[in-house]
Every structure is written in C-alpha cells, then in structure tokens.
C-alpha cells in the first residue's frame, strides 16, 4: 500500500471532483501538532469519517504540513510535498519528504524503516496530519527559584522567570510514534505539553546556570532570549529531538523577579554604590537636610524640639560625609571676639545666652573671690545688686 502524486500542485474545483473520495485535513490552528484526515466523498459537502480509506482516493496534502498514511496502527508511506496523491494498495511507498532537505529526508527514511507495516493492508486506514509549522506561545514559569551567582553582586541569587517558547517538529514519524496518543483523532500542543514541562524546567535552569558562569549579569538575563534558546537547544537535543522529533525554536522571558533575600541584597548593593560616588552622596545628603528641615518645622512636640533632632541627625551626616574623600574647604575666617562673650563646650565663640551652632545654655560665672560677682549678660565684676555696666540684676 503506498500512494502515487496526481498533480504536482495543490488545486481545487473541478480536479477535485473528478476523484470519487478525497481526504481532507481537520481543522488545523496556531497550537495544533496533529489532525486527521477526513474524507469528503464525491456529492456531500461534509467531512465523513475516513476509516477505510479505497483504492484509488486521493489524498490532499497542504503546505508546512505531513501526512503519514497509516495502515492498522503503522506507517505505510508519507509525504510532506504539497499536492494531491493517489492511494494504491499494490504500490510501494513512495516517501515524499519534499523540501524538508537532504538529512532530515534520509532520518525520516531510517525512521521509517524502523515503524513500517510489514504485512498486507488490514482494512483499517487513516491519513493523519503533522503541523511542520513553528508552534509558538507555549506558556511556562518557574514554580521555585533558580539559582543564579551573578560576579557583579559577587553573590547567589535567585529568580523566577516566566514567559514562552516555541518548538517545532523536526522528525514527524519519531513524533508521532513517540509523542502522539493511540487513537486520537486531533491534538494540541497543551494537551501533551504537561509531561515535557518538568524536563523543559530542568533545561532552563541548565541554561541558566551556564550563562552565569559565562558572566551575564542577572539584569541582562531578559534580554538574552536568542543566546538562552541556543542553550536550551543544547539542552533538550537527546531528549526532545533525539527521541521525540522535536526542537526548542525559541524562548522569550517576559518578566524575572527575584525571591525577598536576592531583591534585599541587589538593593542594598546598589546603595552601597551610590554612596561610594562623592556626587551622588553630596546630592543625597542634601536632600536629606531639605527633607529634615521640612520634618523639622511640621514636628508635633515644637519647632524647637524638632530641630533639635534635625540638628543631631545633621551632625551624624556630616561624619558620614567626613569619612569620605572631600575636597578641602575653605577655611573661614577667624571670628572676632567681643567683651562680655564666652566660648561653648563646641568651640563655637557667643555672646548671647544659647551657643548660636549647637543650642547650649551660657554657664553661669564662678563667684569671684573678693565677694564681687560677674554680670550673666556682660561679663563686668560688681558689689551692688544691680551691674555697673548694663544695669542687669545680680542673680539670687
């Protein structure tokens, strides 16, 4: 049993007609890997069953397609050339691989030679048919983390990734032996992709490791789509294409986010970074005054009390800054000192009662020995109750 080309070229009307039955393709979409073939017998508008297929019918064959006539089970002949083909029952196999080139031609000859029927025809034919188009948008995720040692944070991450791949049928005899249920008349790709996912997994996780030990930082990772296809090629070749006729064409990672520990430690790196940029650091320290000047100013307890921890927080920012390499400032010039004023416990020169920098209390003067007493406003020496020199009262 085998089938004979008719007509080079697929063509409808009137030639279609001519043949008493002729077998069609199911409907075929986007994630469909493989459909049967129907039978449109001369005179009906609907597809019937094609169970038995007679001698004599034809078979129509689109492109970027495989039909295999099946023979009880087995693989009788096949063609993947674009036409019409008549069955015969006492031809040989004619094994149309069409332009699906020389190596894949003769690897589907030796398949073939493997699955063949061997004995007469058995009353039960069918044309099945193989989507040798890329089937895309297959959806997957990562259900845990993977690891990832990234040089640049000199630390092991760990992200999940999801996004999509694409495959496509290589080998038709060793799919369908392989990959395709008994008996089924129409299959998507979702409806077997479940038991290929675990070992899809398991392939990325591979290619990503290997693209960590080629120093691709982890940001760049959703960007390497066509590098991590290759890996994943590599990857699944002896399980998905050796044995199952099928290959990853491509993979595409639509978002990455990384578990609670890798998001903190990336954070805080890229702080650390910041803060090691003089610039960057200047820039944020000032608008941290602006910021604790604004606080400051809005604080329940008082304005005063609010500045007050504005100012000692503006003093612990400004060791910070003091650890850093700074340029050299330029020096004030030396404050002139007035009579009557005192120097704080900062080293900042007043004459007023409070140290204008830092908010202390002008301490009071010691007694003088003789029985005089200092003035708290200007310093002057007095016996009286009232100072000789600004007429401030002598402290009880």
């Given at each position: 049993?085998?089938?004979?080309?008719?007509?080079?070229?697929a063509?409808?009307?009137?030639?279609?007609?001519?043949?008493?039955?002729?077998?069609?393709?199911?409907?075929?979409?986007?994630?469909?890997?493989?459909t049967?073939?129907?039978?449109?017998?001369?005179?009906?508008?609907?597809?019937?069953?094609?169970?038995?297929?007679?001698?004599?019918?034809?078979?129509?064959?689109?492109?970027?397609?495989?039909?295999?006539?099946?023979?009880?089970?087995?693989?009788?002949?096949?063609?993947s050339?674009?036409?019409?083909?008549?069955?015969?029952?006492?031809?040989?196999?004619?094994l149309?691989?069409?332009?699906?080139g020389?190596?894949?031609?003769?690897?589907l000859?030796?398949?073939?030679?493997?699955i063949?029927?061997?004995?007469?025809?058995?009353?039960?034919?069918?044309?099945?048919y193989?989507?040798l188009q890329?089937?895309?948008?297959?959806k997957?995720?990562?259900?845990?983390?993977?690891?990832?040692?990234?040089?640049?944070?000199?630390?092991?991450?760990?992200?999940?990734?999801?996004?999509?791949?694409?495959?496509?049928?290589?080998?038709?005899?060793?799919?369908?032996?392989?990959?395709?249920?008994?008996?089924?008349?129409?299959?998507?790709?979702t409806?077997?992709?479940?038991?290929?996912?675990?070992e899809?997994?398991?392939?990325?996780?591979?290619?990503?490791?290997?693209?960590?030990?080629?120093?691709?930082?982890?940001?760049?990772?959703?960007?390497?789509?066509r590098e991590?296809?290759?890996?994943?090629?590599?990857?699944?070749?002896?399980?998905?294409?050796?044995?199952?006729?099928?290959?990853?064409c491509?993979?595409?990672?639509?978002?990455?986010s990384?578990d609670e520990?890798?998001?903190?430690?990336?954070?805080?790196?890229?702080?650390?970074?910041m803060?090691?940029d003089?610039?960057?650091?200047?820039?944020?320290?000032?608008?941290?005054?602006?910021?604790?000047?604004?606080?400051?100013?809005?604080?329940?307890?008082?304005?005063a009390?609010?500045?007050?921890?504005?100012?000692?927080?503006?003093?612990?920012?400004?060791?910070?800054l003091?650890a850093?390499?700074?340029?050299?400032?330029?020096?004030?010039?030396?404050?002139?000192?007035?009579?009557?004023?005192?120097?704080?416990?900062?080293?900042?020169?007043?004459?007023?009662?409070f140290?204008?920098?830092?908010?202390?209390?002008k301490?009071?003067p010691?007694?003088a020995?003789?029985?005089?007493?200092?003035c708290?406003?200007c310093g002057?020496?007095n016996?009286?109750?009232?100072c000789?020199?600004?007429?401030?009262?002598?402290?009880?």
């Open positions: 049993m085998g089938i004979i080309k008719a007509v080079g070229k063509v409808s009307g009137a030639l279609a007609d001519s043949w008493l039955e002729t077998i069609e393709p199911d409907s075929m979409g986007d994630m469909t890997v493989m049967k073939g129907v039978a449109v017998r001369k005179g009906q508008n609907k597809k019937g069953d094609a169970g038995i297929i007679s001698n004599g019918s034809v078979i129509h064959v689109y492109p970027n397609m495989m039909m295999l006539l099946i023979d009880g089970g087995r693989v009788v002949d096949y063609s050339e674009e036409g019409y083909y008549q069955v015969s029952l006492s031809s040989a196999p004619s149309f691989a069409g332009n699906l020389s190596d894949i031609a003769d690897s000859k030796d398949t073939f030679e493997r063949k029927f061997g004995g007469a025809p058995s009353g039960k034919q069918m044309a099945v193989i989507n890329e089937i895309k948008g297959i997957f995720g990562t259900k845990n983390p993977v690891n990832y040692f990234d040089n640049f944070y000199n630390a092991e991450l760990f992200l999940r990734a999801f996004g999509t791949y694409s495959i496509r049928i290589t080998d038709p005899l060793k799919f369908y032996a392989e990959a395709i249920p008994k008996n089924a008349n129409r299959v998507e790709i409806d077997i992709n479940t038991q290929y996912m675990a899809f997994l398991d392939a990325f996780a591979s290619s990503i490791n290997k693209m960590s030990m080629e120093g691709t930082r982890i940001s760049y990772v959703q960007s390497k789509g991590l296809s290759k890996y994943m090629a590599d990857a699944l070749d002896d399980e998905w294409e050796g044995l199952r006729g099928m290959q990853v491509s993979v595409g990672i639509e978002s990455i990384y520990g890798s998001q903190k430690l990336i954070n805080m790196r890229n702080e650390t970074a803060m090691a003089p610039s960057l650091m200047n820039a944020y320290m000032q608008k941290s005054v602006a910021d604790g000047i604004k606080a400051a100013g809005g604080n329940a307890g008082g304005a009390i609010g500045f007050m921890g504005f100012n000692a927080a503006q003093s612990a920012g400004a060791g910070i003091g850093m390499p700074q340029q050299p400032a330029p020096q004030a010039p030396a404050q002139q000192q007035q009579p009557g004023g005192w120097t704080c416990s900062c080293g900042t020169y007043n004459t007023g009662n140290c204008q920098s830092c908010g202390n209390k301490p009071a010691a007694p020995a003789d029985g005089k007493w200092f708290s406003e002057t020496p016996t009286g109750k009232f000789q020199n600004c007429g401030n009262k002598k402290a009880e």
